[in-house]
């Protein structure tokens, strides 16, 4: 199976592949194709109806070596993404005020992407907690992945001094040093789902022992690349085990997200366990807290 992508451009962006020096047209027998690139490992159609497909063996290397062709493709909402080898990120709970934040990186190839086929993977957002945990254990068998706990306590720790997309940051780039070190050496396709803009990400990882550089940032990339919805499902598949834990350590069976019923919780875990619990299972900056501590 080649790597492909399929994209719909305007005519001005189509001019583009006119101008790449590599690129040879050949005849095409196809009469919807009104013209069909062709360089070393790859093949590039453009139909009628303005659909571009790139296709071939070597084009996560091409598009290395044509960083403006890849920020074009890269920048595509409808875009189908097959390319592999890849890897990709994703965290869970910065919305919920209980639990801890967790980020997983996951590498997937064509062998492993066909066995996961059969389970429909898609963004955990879409697909319910008891699904999530039947499937993942499959994924987690399949596929090389890392994956990270931030706990409640050290959450809240690090949040006096880095604010929330800079303790995601560094936790994208450790997971994916986490997996580099599992595989040794990372494809060249290794996707962030994008949560600040790339200049940014850097910024944040200034001072970090190792930074894996090169990453593609892409938003909603969980619909568009398989190693991403994989890193999504195994990150809230680990949220929900441990506040599983949480709840069980607690005796209060606690809800995810930010909502009334979190209200309730809170004000049971004061009661229960006084206020100074609330460090080592919430995050402290949510207004839920304030909230709950301005009417005790």
Known sequence: MSN????????????????????????????????????????????????????????SQWMDDHPSIARLLNSQDTMVQTIYPQAGSDEVGTGD??????????????TMAHQLKPYHIDDSKSMDDTTIINVVPTIMKTCPYS?????NAKYNQMHQTYNLNALKAILHNHAYVKLKEKIHQLPHLCVVDQFTPETSYYHYLNGQTTIIRGLTFKTKA???????????????????????????????????????????????????????????????????????????
């Open 222 to 296: 969980e619909h568009q690349y398989l190693s991403v919805a994989c890193a999504s499902l195994i990150a809230r598949y680990t949220f929900l085990k441990a506040m599983d834990q949480l709840s069980e350590q607690i005796g209060i069976a606690l809800h995810k997200g930010a909502g009334k019923l979190v209200d309730e919780d809170i004000r049971k875990i004061m009661d229960k366990h006084g206020p100074t619990m609330l460090y080592h299972v919430a995050k402290l900056h949510f207004s839920n807290i304030q909230k709950v501590n301005d009417h005790a």
């Open 97 to 110: 005020v209980f639990g801890p934040v967790v980020v997983s990186a996951v590498y997937v190839d064509k």
């Open 4 to 59: 492909v992508i399929s994209v719909q451009w305007d005519d001005q962006t189509i001019h583009q592949l006119s101008t790449l020096k590599d690129l040879l047209v050949y005849p095409s027998p196809n009469p919807y194709i009104q013209t069909l690139y062709k360089a070393d490992g790859i093949t590039i159609s453009v139909y009628t109806s303005n659909k571009v497909v790139f296709q071939g063996n070597q084009l």
């Open 147 to 151: 994956v990270l706990v931030l706990d």
